[in-house]
C-alpha cells in the first residue's frame, strides 16, 4: 500500500521559515519524481515545485522561487520543502505527490500525479 505522510506545517510569521516534510512508503522513491502542491483558501490546487527522480531537476511557480527549496532523500524515503521568508500568499493546505518516471525532468501538473498525501496546513501570520 502506498503512502504518503506530510508534516511540518503550523503557524508562521511573515518572513519566518518553515520545513515540510513528506515521508513515502509502499512504493521505489528511485522509480518517481516527486511534487509539492498546494490550495490557498478559496482557491484551486497549484503546483508549488516539482523533483525528478534523481534530484537534479527542480521546478518551482514564479511565486515561490528564491524563497522555497525541493529536496529528495531516497535513502530516507523523504520528499523535502524549505520555506523562507513566508508571506500570506503561502497560506494553504500542503500536499506531497509521486509521479512514476522523470529523469531530467518532473511534471507541475496534478493529473500527472497517482499517489498523494492527506496535506499539512501551513499558516502564515502578518
Known amino acids: 500500500q502506498v503512502r504518503l505522510v506530510e508534516s511540518g506545517g503550523g503557524l508562521v510569521q511573515a518572513g519566518g521559515s518553515l520545513r515540510l516534510s513528506c515521508t513515502v512508503s509502499?512504493?521505489?522513491?528511485?522509480?518517481?519524481?516527486l511534487a509539492w502542491f498546494r490550495r490557498p483558501p478559496g482557491k484551486e490546487r497549484e503546483a508549488v515545485s516539482c523533483?525528478?527522480?534523481?534530484?537534479?531537476?527542480?521546478r518551482y511557480i514564479d511565486s515561490v522561487k528564491g524563497r522555497f527549496t525541493i529536496s529528495r532523500d531516497n535513502a530516507k524515503s523523504t520528499l523535502y520543502l524549505q520555506m523562507n521568508n513566508v508571506n500570506d500568499e503561502d497560506t494553504a493546505m500542503y500536499h506531497c505527490?509521486?509521479?512514476?518516471?522523470?529523469?531530467?525532468?518532473?511534471?507541475?501538473?496534478?493529473?500527472?500525479?497517482?499517489?498523494w498525501g492527506q496535506g499539512t496546513q501551513v499558516t502564515v501570520s502578518s
Open positions: 523533483i525528478d527522480l534523481g534530484g537534479g531537476e527542480t
Open positions: 505527490a509521486a509521479s512514476y518516471g522523470g529523469s531530467q525532468w518532473c511534471a507541475m501538473l496534478p493529473g500527472n500525479y497517482n499517489d
Open positions: 509502499g512504493l521505489n522513491l528511485d522509480d518517481y519524481s
